[in-house]
């Protein structure tokens, strides 16, 4: 063979007694079939062949089955995003006429999704109270397809009656949705408490390193496949593989990092809620929590994440005393192995329901150093704030009330 041929062709090396722990790397556009007759039967191998290395590869496959396996679904897609999965989880099943009803305090994305695109599309558009299973029922319309939900809610963690919801929209023949990123498939299953579709930013959590960005689609019923899979196909949404393996390689250490976050976030919330310029410590897993019991019913475990309202003399002094933080970072998104901290607004990103809490609220995300000095830096921010409520001084932070 020619030099420039053999430049180009693979050569064929023995792989036999090659066991690795984890999956290859699997780079792939093309791949190649043994002769035109099978290239020409190449759309009968179904989602779980391959065909075109968009529609996945081994890599893709494994982390795929992980996700299928701990959520308890029929199949899983991965997405280029946590917010692509939301978006992909709802489109195929929405034409003009179509209702959607959407939790309100839902990762608002999706809210802006449904507004903007979903309405130009002649989808008619609701929210729902997540509080209120009775809401939903009351606006559940013979069009209805699609409840999406959210539990907890983003950032002030409304904790949703997902069996009873799932039992409303069941019976008037709509699926129901739940993205399920803070709990991850460690901490809740929602197929098994009715959900038909489950979708996680990987981003968080499962990949864990603040470097990568992927979601995943898992559905509980095979008949959902389809539908899902040749949309995402016709949009040309795929993952690349080497973000992949970074997922996979994350996925491997969720258990420990989750466990010790959850102890973690849940000894720092206790501390918080104690303290005088704390308003209220929105996290499910304490005792005090509106929606604890039915957190203590239906999920696994808390994670890293939670919020904190300060009183309104304290509130418009967040903000600046964040610059105390030496440890924990200021960004968004969360589950990394880094704490960051964010203020979050509030207003502007809820209608079925009325926040009557300041309009800015502070959300952490526990990560894995040193708790002590972890603790140390929340102190400093603390004191700060209390030296800037005490002589009124630092910019004030815009406090607008509530908006029903
Ligand atoms: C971050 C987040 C997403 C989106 O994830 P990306 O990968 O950043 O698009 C979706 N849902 C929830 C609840 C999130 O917190």
Redesign the pocket.
């Known amino acids: 063979m020619n030099d420039l041929t053999q430049c180009v062709l693979t050569p064929d090396v023995p792989t036999e007694g090659f066991a690795p722990l984890g999956v290859g790397v699997h780079r792939a556009s093309t791949i190649v079939f043994d002769d035109a007759a099978a290239y020409a039967a190449r759309g009968d191998r179904g989602y779980e062949g391959y065909s075109y290395g968009l529609y996945g590869t081994p890599t893709t496959r494994t982390l795929e089955a992980k996700l299928t396996a701990l959520e308890g679904g029929a199949w899983t897609f991965l997405t280029p ?4 999965a ?1 978006a992909l989880a709802v489109l195929p099943f929405l034409a003009a006429g179509d209702h959607i009803l959407i939790a309100d305090t839902a ?1 608002p ?2 809210r802006d999704l449904a507004e903007t695109d979903l309405r130009r599309l002649g989808v008619e558009v609701g929210f729902f109270d997540p509080l209120s299973p009775e809401d939903v029922a009351s606006k559940m319309r013979d069009t209805t397809r699609i409840v999406w939900c ?1 539990s907890p809610g ?1 950032t002030t963690m409304e904790i949703l009656d997902l069996p009873r919801i799932t039992a409303i929209a069941h019976d008037k023949g709509a699926l129901v949705g739940v ?1 399920n ?2 709990a991850t498939p460690l901490n809740l299953k929602p197929l098994a408490h009715g959900a038909d579709i489950v ?1 996680e ?4 959590f499962v990949s864990g390193h603040s470097d990568v ?3 995943s689609i898992t559905v509980g019923n095979a008949d959902l496949i389809k539908p899902i899979r040749s949309l995402i196909g016709r949009m040309g949404v795929g993952v690349s593989p080497d973000d992949a393996s970074l997922v996979l390689r994350g996925f491997e250490t969720l258990g420990v990092r989750l466990r010790h976050s959850e102890r973690v976030a849940l000894d720092f919330a206790r501390k918080l809620e104690r303290h005088p310029l704390v308003e209220q410590v929105l996290h499910p897993a304490l005792e005090t929590f509106p929606g604890h019991a039915i957190w203590k019913r239906d999920f696994l475990g808390s994670s890293g994440v939670f919020s904190v309202v300060f009183k309104d003399t304290a509130t418009p002094h967040v903000a600046a005393a964040l610059d105390a933080l030496t440890l924990f970072a200021i960004g968004a ?2 589950g990394g192995t880094r704490s960051l901290a964010a203020p979050m607004s509030i207003d502007g990103f809820r209608s079925a329901t009325a926040w009557s809490g300041p309009n800015v609220i502070l959300r952490l995300s526990v990560g894995l150093e040193d708790e002590g000095e972890l603790w140390a830096d929340i102190e400093r921010l603390l004191v700060d704030i209390e030296g800037r409520t005490k002589d009124g001084a630092g910019e004030a932070w815009r406090t607008a009330s509530s908006r029903g």
């Open positions: 995003s946590g917010q692509a939301n990762y994305p999706m959210e983003s993205d990123t803070w979708t930013a990987l981003t968080k960005l992927m979601g998104s969360w």
